[in-house]
């Protein structure tokens, strides 16, 4: 990877270590791919829209990591989504919520990079699409973490060569890509 970190806009603190790494992993139940891991491991960027890996709240960063799963929810809600592979949906919007909850229970878990740009939360290697999220608007940011950065933080901004290529990785959110 590029030395994205001189693009961030953001303070740079020193890069997490192999054991907050785990730590972090542990604790909200997910796992970093290889290209995240290596950026937090190099510099972990802190500000308003960056997780805080290090010292962040716990209960912001469980908000944050609920966002993409919160945010389906509130377009069920609003009658705006439903995921074909659950069935037919209820008729009460309770209990088209209620079946909504139970089936994003079981879908991997997104990890925020910065604002609602998210990861897969599955582990494995470097790759992934960036992916960004708003209820059911889900789009590719950046093909990967590298295009990504230069997509949000560098001067040209997103251009199509840096979606280019993205190949979906991840059961569930892949299927909602717009």
Known sequence: MTDPVTWLPAPLAPGLT????????????????????????????????????????EAELRERLAWPVEGLLLSVEHGAFWYPAW??????????????????ATVPPMVPIYSHRYLPGVGGPAGHPVLSMHQSDIIVY????????????????????????????????SDLLS
């Open 18 to 57: 192999e054991a907050e790494l785990s730590a972090v992993e542990a604790r909200f139940g997910f796992r970093f791919a290889a290209d995240h891991r290596a950026l937090l491991a190099a510099a972990l960027p802190v500000g308003p829209r960056f997780p805080d890996w290090r010292n962040g709240a």
């Open 142 to 173: 950046g093909a990967d973490l590298p295009r990504y950065l230069r997509a949000e933080f560098g001067p040209d901004g997103c251009t199509p060569e840096l979606v280019a290529g993205a190949r979906p990785t991840v059961p569930f959110w």
């Open 87 to 104: 069935g037919g949906r209820p008729a009460a919007t309770a209990d088209a919520l209620a079946l909504a909850r139970r089936e994003l």
